[in-house]
């Protein structure tokens, strides 16, 4: 199989800065500050998959593929100061097996193992998996995994503060940017009737080498290594789900009670803190029900607030030269939260016959309720006093829509 | 569902909900510490203070009195005490020495917090040498008109002139003060309102040059003036460096002190001294 991807953010921000002396009505400041950021990131995988039934018990999976992948990333301030211009290319060749193994009717494992030579950092990297599934009865079963997995290509936290935190990709390379990997747990159950499915699955994931850009310990010069941040963390939670398979009502709901903490020793003094996706509570549910020839759906998600880290206040430090230092002082790392998220969006869609076409009429409401959801918080402390504002997701939106399947 | 199941979820709920909040008290709890020792001087220019809200458009800090502060030389500790309600604190004992090449390592303990910072005395500033050591006012012309009177002015302000030199072969960072050595209560030109002057004192920036200027004639009391000139660490010249912050990510400022903000440093000068009289002749 060969399997090509692409991904590319462009962000662009341009702040106009304008000061006036009331008194003489003279312009003080004029400045545009400008952030351009790029990146790109391509691969192009072809990958090789088989499956041998070796007896009644045990059937082998295994195979190779080998990905080539190229990563763009240019983050340029005020058109002139370039802080990175960073152009990757990777491959990587993986192989692995996996045996499925049925002693019983009632018992399944599936042990395995995947090995990637990744050539950037020249070094393979073993990844063993296992995972079972446990029948105690037709309707209840028990199941459990473990694995080991590693990313070459990897998502780096770029926090900002007063702009919002964003994320950018870059491939590993075994010195600013580490090969992360994660090491999965998972421990579950499910009770699954004709109609209902109810299940329960508890993780523990553990993060090594995650990576972090922050512009907050720069000095005058640009110095990688105080730009890139490595740490580590650790992800865990608990999730359940209720699903109504079959009838004229369908739909499922779900909570998870997650949490997400990394530790940084160059960040936060040292101490762990809440990841930026870090969510305790999320609530999810989707409804659909069908009469005749409508469709009608509701979508319900409730999420607790994500983490951000506010600006703390402000302080001055006197020289002796009787001038006086002002500067922000920044609170703890990720230390606040952003209001709740919560969302209902509606949909009704009537189906109509015409000839040999189908013609589906929808009117969908995203953000029903015109809930102002917070993407992130910014400040602009060119202004005095400072102004804070909220970026917000999308408010309400209808959006009508006309499919005709022939 | 097994009762080991219902087990499972129980136990994972409970292992999410004891775990720990923020435990950055640090970031959450900052104060701010300005801490200057001088070579052969008593230790009493030590203030800590808080920050203050983002929205204030002057400085609100509150002046911090009830931390425990302590300085610590040749694993020997001095304990400060509070000077007042100012947010400053001494070293009360007169066994506090202050000299070249020490140590300090300076501890604030406040709201939990344990603050540290340290920091080493420089070696003294060598070689200073002033232009001048008196500096001769000249009697004014009353008589003589106005021009005669501006005359005698501008040439006393360009003889007035000071310059303080000094050896500096590694380039590094030096200011000067200039500080009347005694009460300011004998005024140059008649009527002038010395009050305010009575604690009279020059500092400049920090410079990596080799020499200052200072214009004598800028004074208004007769009387002996001292020049200092300080060797300063870099942990000061950085607050130079840095003294703006850019807006979009709050860099965060140069700082020794670990847990807190704002800086400990040390100072060692020399000194030597001009006087102001009246030219007789």
Known sequence: MLASSKYFSNY?????????LVESDSVVV????????????KDFTLRFDNEVQLNAKHKLEFGLLSTS???????????????????QKANYLASYISDIWQPFPSFLVNAGIRGTYYDLSKKTYWAPRLSFEYKLSDRIKKKGGYGKHYQFVNRIVNENVTEGSRDFWLLADDDLIRVSNA???????AYETNGYIFDVEAYRKNLSNLSEFSLRFQRNDIDLDRLFFLGNGYAEGIEFLLQKKKGKYTG????????????????????SFYALHDQRHEFKTVHSYEYEDWRFAATFILASGKPFTEPAGQYAIDLLDGETNNYISVGPKNGSRLPAYHRLDLSAHYLYKVGKYDIDFGLSIFNFYDRKNVWYRQYNFTEKPPVISEVRYLDLTPNLSAAIKF | MTKNTIY??????????????????????????????????PVNDIKVKSIYGLSEEEDLSIPIDDAQLTLTKNNRQYPLVSSGADGYYHYP????????NDIFTLEVVHNG???????????????????????????????????????????FMRNSRIDATWQNPNNDLYFMVVEAQSALNDPIFPGQVLESLSRFKFVSEPTDDTSLTFLGGSLVSFGAYEVKVYHINREYAALYENRTQDSRDLNQPPSNVENALGVFSAFNSQDESFVLVRDTN
């Open chain 1, 12 to 20: 662009r921000r341009n702040t106009d800065v304008l000061a006036t």
């Open chain 1, 30 to 41: 004029d400045r545009d500050i400008k952030s351009i950021e790029n990146n790109n990131v």
């Open chain 1, 69 to 87: 992948a190229q990563v763009d990333y240019e983050f340029v301030r005020d058109d002139t100061l370039t802080i990175l211009d960073i152009n």
């Open chain 1, 183 to 189: 090491t999965h747990f998972i421990i579950g159950a």
């Open chain 1, 252 to 271: 499922w709901a779900t909570y998870t009670l997650a949490k997400v903490r990394n530790t940084f020793p160059g960040l936060n003094n040292g101490f």
């Open chain 2, 8 to 41: 499972l979820a129980f136990c994972s709920l409970l292992l999410i909900s004891c775990e720990e909040e923020n435990l950055n008290n640090i970031a959450a709890n900052q104060f701010v510490v300005e801490a200057f020792l001088y070579a052969g001087e």
């Open chain 2, 93 to 100: 004992g007169n066994d506090l020495l202050v000299e070249t």
């Open chain 2, 113 to 155: 917090i344990t603050a540290k910072a340290q920091t080493t005395v420089p070696t003294p500033t060598i070689g200073l040498n002033l232009s001048q050591d008196t500096i001769k006012v000249p009697q004014l012309p009353f008589s003589a008109g106005r021009d005669s009177i501006a005359s005698v002015i501008g040439s």
